[in-house]
């Protein structure tokens, strides 16, 4: 007897059973299940939520993959700086290493299985008390989170974090597809808010950067978004920024990668590229004002909005997670707008809000979930119009046509 039919047979004896959904997670993970609809009229369709959810992973596994190295490259290329060294860059002899990976898996892999752990763990108790069966929805938040976190976070913050995302971020509102806001994003706002210092400063983006603080061994994890915000030269040549070799978040560094994975999306239509081309569209056009004002000689070298708002426009796109943001944030299906036009206008305010809020807050300057989370919010908003505007254009022409 295969392994499918032992669970076919045990799911049997569940049924009806109030432990029922929490089975047929485990069931449904394995295997599509061998149910057909009943009655009435139904969308019939290969790409089902689950498969939907596994695409969107499929196109984060490489992110995952780069920042585990990447994990382990910043916390030895930080102590070789502090110990007056110069380190060459090396794919094969500095990055792609054995140190970098086991170093980057002890740090990374926690944070992934503590935000799947205590993430589903929330959706089992809800599926169980609410009797309704376990929903895919979690399981790219599960993988989001970790991407978007500092690497030294501590889990039990992380445990907490996770907690009121999907307990505030979406089952208040019904579970997945009736939430408003963006769970991962959710999640990522609740730990900016309730514990700042680790999600902001130059100690938070390489392994052991805080524990070091203030020692004879200190070793520094600035971002170059941190670098400017105070005025202060970047050491990073644009193809480490554009490839990912500098420090940050762990799965937001590699823009080519986020490339990569956006094409993967547009391809098989589960990403917009609307949301996408305005959200990049957005970032420039804020990016080429703030340059406009530098250029005009409106604020001078020493203010402290110069060194961001100086920075080309363009760079924007390889600094921060404004890439990340907008492939894997801004296209959730659920939270974002659903007209063709909408997009448009949603993507392209998410971009122009993202790169107004990084230049005028030096304090913290990566704006980009907070300007999803807002845009998250206009979104019905910007389809109403959208559509009213359609229904208006429409009468007006069958007016005319019966006039």
């Known amino acids: 007897m295969s392994l499918k039919q032992k669970l076919d047979g045990i ?3 569940f049924e009806g059973n109030k432990w029922a959904p929490a089975f047929n997670a485990f069931h449904t993970f394995l295997y599509t299940p061998n149910e057909t609809t009943h009655n009435g009229a139904h969308i019939r369709a290969a790409d089902d939520l ?3 959810m596994n695409t969107v992973i499929l196109a984060l596994v490489p992110c995952l993959l780069f920042g585990i190295f990447n994990a382990g490259y910043q916390h030895y290329r930080a102590i070789a700086v502090a110990n007056g060294e110069n380190p060459e860059f090396s794919l094969m002899g500095s990055f792609i290493t054995w140190d970098n990976f086991v170093l980057g898996c002890i740090t990374v892999l926690p944070l992934v299985i503590v935000s799947y752990g205590v993430g589903l763990l929330v959706e089992f108790i809800f599926a169980v008390i609410k009797g309704h069966e376990v929903e895919e929805g979690y399981l790219v938040t599960g993988m989001l989170v970790p991407l978007i976190v500092p690497i030294d976070i501590p889990l039990w913050m992380l445990a907490v974090a996770v907690v009121f995302g999907v307990v505030i971020g979406k089952e208040v509102f019904g579970g997945t597809g009736m939430n408003i806001l963006n769970p991962a994003l959710t999640i990522r706002a609740f730990l900016f808010f309730a514990y700042p210092t680790w999600m902001s400063g130059d100690k938070v983006w390489v392994h052991e950067a805080v524990d070091r603080a203030g020692g004879p061994d200190a070793i520094s994890g600035e971002t170059i978004l941190g670098s400017y915000a105070q005025n ?3 050491v ?8 990912g070799f500098i420090p940050g978040s762990v799965g937001e560094t590699s823009k ?3 490339v990569v994975g956006a094409a993967f999306l547009i391809f098989t239509k589960i990403g917009s590229w609307r949301i996408i081309l305005s959200t990049i569209v957005g970032a420039l056009v804020m990016g080429l004002i703030f340059n406009g004002v530098v250029d005009a000689g409106w604020i001078g070298n020493t203010s402290k909005f110069y060194g961001l708002m100086s920075v080309p426009f363009w760079q924007h796109l390889i600094i921060g997670s404004i890439l990340f943001g907008a492939v894997y944030m801004a296209t959730d299906p659920v939270t974002a707008s659903q007209t063709n036009k909408g997009k448009y206008i949603y993507g392209f305010l998410i971009g122009f809000i993202s790169i107004l809020i990084r230049v005028f807050n030096p304090a913290y300057p990566e704006g980009v979930f907070l300007a999803i989370l807002l845009m998250n919010v206009f979104a019905p908003t910007i389809d109403h119009y959208v559509l009213q505007s359609n229904i208006k254009k429409r009468m007006k022409r069958l007016k005319l046509k019966t006039a």
């Open 232 to 234: 202060q030269e970047v």
């Open 50 to 52: 689950k498969r939907t």
């Open 236 to 243: 990073y040549s644009y193809s480490e920024m554009f490839f």
């Open 256 to 258: 080519l990668l986020i």
């Open 11 to 13: 799911k049997q004896r």
